[in-house]
């Protein structure tokens, strides 16, 4: 899918670009944290850049959370 999509379909939400480093899972316990940069999205828009923020949950509501996942070579 390619990047116009993905952020012309969302209303809110964040447009991951990488992972900034090494993160911590802990698969027994179902937990994650990773850090990561890009953009917040709004109405279908990149409104500011995200860095130096921390993704953090559980890996099955990371996994049944997504909305769609893109691919840009």
């Avoid at 990773?34 to 279908?44: D, K, M």
């Avoid at 890996?59 to 840009?72: F, N, P, S, T, Y």
């Amino acid at each position: 899918m390619a990047v116009a999509s993905l952020l012309g379909d969302m209303a809110r939400g964040y447009y991951l670009l990488d992972a900034t480093d090494g993160g911590r899972f802990d698969l027994a316990a179902d937990e994650f944290a990773l850090p990561v940069c890009g953009f917040a999205v709004h109405n279908g828009r990149a409104t500011a850049p995200v860095s130096g923020a921390w993704l953090c949950g559980s890996v099955g509501g990371l996994l049944r959370g997504l909305q769609a996942v893109g691919r840009d070579l």
